[in-house]
Every structure is written in structure tokens, then in C-alpha cells.
């Protein structure tokens, strides 16, 4: 058996996959190490993992976001992506790098697997000295360069026309050059404190980097590159029951789950764990919208009390937390903020979507639901009730949404996930030269 360390960025939506996957891995007999967020600790070691903590900035806790994005209110658009993506994952690149180090002389694994984000190790990938593999998981949708594709954050659909190339290619340059400008000179300057002299590589463009990228989705709810960067490979979506014990303890099903055995459509709504402080943005909308429809709505509080909804329509359920495996298959539509890890579950079990998300990464994601042919992308993170119940109504009055979404489970049912991520590292493992 081998040793593995895992290393996750301190973010509920980044964590859970990557504990998924150790949690196989300590199943199948291997030692795991998990580097992570301190308020993880008691998750990583209920799989049976052992826990190594963060330091510094880079040990933060995703649930008070003013602790770690103290300025984030004063940003709009552009501006606070490029401010989050500054504070979350460049400037702690220093602390990441330095606790990554220790484990590594401590622990000596024989490959590393990191959550795609996690850019603590790209300091090894662009040194010299002797390192493990390093593997990196796609918990995020794949932000890599192509001719084919406009640059991460526009949330453009793609194209290889001509035209489209060329747009895609000035796009790209303005990213670069205008955009990000100042998050490059930023991740250059630490890099260089890091021993690191040159950085060719754009800082939103890690993904290439790696010795091996497995992108947690299928290929077709992908953007197609034909250039795509030969390290990078799909593998699948985490299956919705797997998990559990990363994620918490099994939710228990409520007391009202009977009534998901009427005839009746079921629409879930959700916000997610962590944009869940303010239920105005999508779930209390989206209520309203479905009041007096003839459905069911299933509402997920992302760990919140039940007590923080003050009322709800005769037709509506709610819970802190539900056992989603059981849950998603009941499902005629889901209404989601447009987490990529939700998404993926739910498409995993072919339901279709309404998105309606506009920080982190969610426009790419709700973008890629509407080109998939899978979902209704409301282009806002605070839809109006009446915007919610004509995107309801269309997905569930118009098949071909459903179709898609099934094309895209059955494209995952091909996919072995699990067994794929193992498969990578062993390999990787077994055909990297020696470096204890």
C-alpha cells in the first residue's frame, strides 16, 4: 500500500470531494494525510485519515467570510472576483507552500493529490528540487486556456469559428494583460520570495502545470478544446451517496419524506453551505415563485437551523440537511446558486437545473448548465420570484431539458471516479523516479 498526502484549500465545496476521494483511498487500505483547514480536523479524522494543519493566512475559516474577505462589500463584479481570488488563493500560496514542505519532510508520500485550486504546491512544479507527483483535482470547472474558449470568468459559451478564435485569443490577452493584471504581479512577487524567479505560467491558468489534472465531470458537460493540455483527463462525478462521513454525519431524512411519495413534481432549492447567509437571494424568491403551484418544494438550509426560514408555503419542506442520494433522484428540476459540486450531483442523477449565481465561479458553472442544454441560467445571483417560477415552469414543461440532463448522467455512469483517482495516483506513484 502507499502513502498519500491530500491537500484541500479550507473551502466547504473544495473539501468535501477531496475527502471523498481520501476516504476511498483509506478504504482501500493506503495511509492518508490530509492538509487542510483546522475546523476540518474532526472530518478528516472520522474517515480515518490523519490531519496536518494549515498555517498562517492560509488556515481560514470559509464560514465567517468577513475574518478573511474583510473588504469584500466594497467590490462589485470584475473587481471582487479579482479581490477573492487574490485573498483566497494567491496570497496564501506562502503559508500553503510552507506547510505543504513540512508534511512532505515529515510524512514522505509517494504522490501528493491536491484540489485544483490549491496553488501551495506550484512552487515544487516549477522548481528543481527532488518532489513527489503531484495530482490535482478539478473541483471547480476547468479554467485552461484554448483557442477555443474564452478565458475563465467572462462565462462566454465557446467557439472555434474564426472569429470566435480570435475573440478568444484577444479575450485572453486582455485577462492577462488589463484584467488580472495586478493578481499576476502579485502571485510574481510572491513566487519570487518563494525562490521562484520567473513565473511564465498565468497565475488563473495552474491547471497545465500539473503532472496529472483529473477534472471531476464528464467530458461533455465540459467546454470541447482542441487543444486541451495532455495532462488533463475526465473522471467522472463523485457518485451523490459518497461522501457522507467527509461531509459530516448522514443527514437523516425528516420527518415529513412521505410526502415525496405523492405524485406531485419535486423542485429543490438550494444556496449552498456557505453563500447561505442572506435566504433573500434565492431560496425566500423561490418560494414565493412556487406558492401556488402544484409541486413540492424541497428546501436544503446548508446546515443552518430550520428556525432561519420565518415562514413557508403550505407546499414547501424544509431541513438543515438532507441525505442527497435519496433526495436528487426524486427530483423533476433543482434551483441552485450554482455550486459546482451540487450541480454535478445533480446532473449525476439527471435532473435538470435553473442556475442563478454571480460570485466564485458560478456564472462559468451556470454557463455551462445553459450550453449543456441541462438548465436555465438566470444570469443573476438574486433572480426576481417571477424570473424563478417562468424558468421552473419551462424546465418542467419542455422535455428536452430532462433529456439532456439524462444524456449527461448516463455520460457519467461510464466513469468509475473513485477507482479512476486511485488508478492515477498509483500510476503516477509507480512511474515517478525515486525522490526519498
Not at 227 to 241: C, E, I, K, Q, R
Not at 405 to 422: G, N, Q, S, V
Amino acid at each position: 500500500m502507499s502513502t498519500y498526502l491530500v491537500c484541500s484549500s479550507p473551502i466547504h465545496g473544495h473539501v468535501v470531494p477531496m475527502l471523498t476521494a481520501a476516504a476511498h483511498l483509506v478504504g482501500r487500505g493506503h495511509r492518508v494525510v490530509v492538509l487542510t483547514g483546522a475546523r476540518f480536523a474532526g472530518r478528516v479524522r472520522g474517515i480515518g485519515a490523519e490531519f496536518r494543519p494549515l498555517e498562517g493566512i492560509a488556515d481560514f475559516d470559509d464560514r465567517d467570510v468577513p475574518s478573511y474577505l474583510p473588504d469584500r462589500e466594497r467590490y462589485r463584479g470584475l473587481a471582487q472576483a479579482q479581490y477573492d481570488i487574490q485573498r483566497i488563493f494567491v496570497s496564501t500560496i506562502p503559508d500553503q507552500y510552507r506547510a505543504v514542505s513540512r508534511v512532505l519532510a515529515e510524512v514522505r508520500p509517494d504522490a501528493v493529490l491536491v484540489d485544483g485550486a490549491f496553488a501551495g504546491v506550484a512552487p515544487l512544479l516549477l522548481g528543481e528540487g527532488p518532489r513527489p507527483p503531484v495530482v490535482a483535482l478539478g473541483v471547480t470547472p476547468l479554467a485552461q486556456s484554448s483557442r477555443d474558449v474564452a478565458p475563465a470568468g467572462t462565462a462566454l459559451p465557446p467557439s472555434a469559428s474564426p472569429l470566435g478564435r480570435v475573440r478568444n485569443r484577444m479575450l485572453g490577452l486582455l485577462a492577462r494583460k488589463v484584467l488580472f493584471r495586478k493578481t499576476q504581479r502579485l502571485a510574481q512577487s510572491l513566487f519570487a520570495e518563494l525562490g521562484v524567479d520567473r513565473l511564465d505560467l498565468f497565475v488563473m491558468d495552474i491547471s497545465s502545470a500539473f503532472d496529472r489534472f483529473l477534472q471531476l465531470s464528464p467530458a461533455e458537460f465540459e467546454y470541447p478544446r482542441s487543444d486541451l493540455a495532455p495532462n488533463t483527463a475526465f473522471v467522472g462525478t463523485m457518485p451523490s451517496g459518497a461522501g457522507a462521513g467527509a461531509a459530516g454525519a448522514v443527514a437523516a431524512r425528516p420527518d415529513w419524506w412521505g410526502d415525496l411519495d405523492s405524485a406531485r413534481a419535486v423542485v429543490h432549492v438550494t444556496q449552498g453551505t456557505i453563500d447561505n447567509r442572506d435566504f433573500d437571494r434565492l431560496v425566500t424568491p423561490t418560494l414565493a415563485a412556487l406558492a401556488d403551484l402544484d409541486v413540492i418544494v424541497v428546501v436544503s438550509l446548508g446546515g443552518r437551523p430550520e428556525s432561519a426560514l420565518t415562514a413557508l408555503p403550505g407546499n414547501a419542506r424544509a431541513a438543515s440537511y438532507l441525505p442527497y442520494g435519496e433526495l436528487l433522484p426524486r427530483c423533476s428540476v433543482m434551483v441552485t446558486n450554482g455550486g459546482y459540486g451540487g450541480v454535478q450531483q445533480a446532473l449525476g442523477e439527471g435532473v435538470p437545473l435553473v442556475v442563478a449565481g454571480d460570485t466564485e465561479d458560478k456564472p462559468e458553472v451556470a454557463a455551462r448548465v445553459a450550453w449543456s442544454g441541462s438548465g436555465v441560467d438566470l444570469r443573476t445571483g438574486t433572480p426576481t420570484p417571477e424570473a424563478i417560477r417562468a424558468a421552473v415552469l419551462k424546465v418542467l414543461g419542455e422535455p428536452d431539458y430532462a433529456v439532456q440532463a439524462r444524456r449527461l448522467a448516463a455520460a457519467a455512469a461510464r466513469y468509475d471516479t473513485l477507482a479512476l483517482i486511485e488508478s492515477e495516483l498509483e500510476r503516477s506513484a509507480a512511474s515517478w523516479p525515486a525522490w526519498h
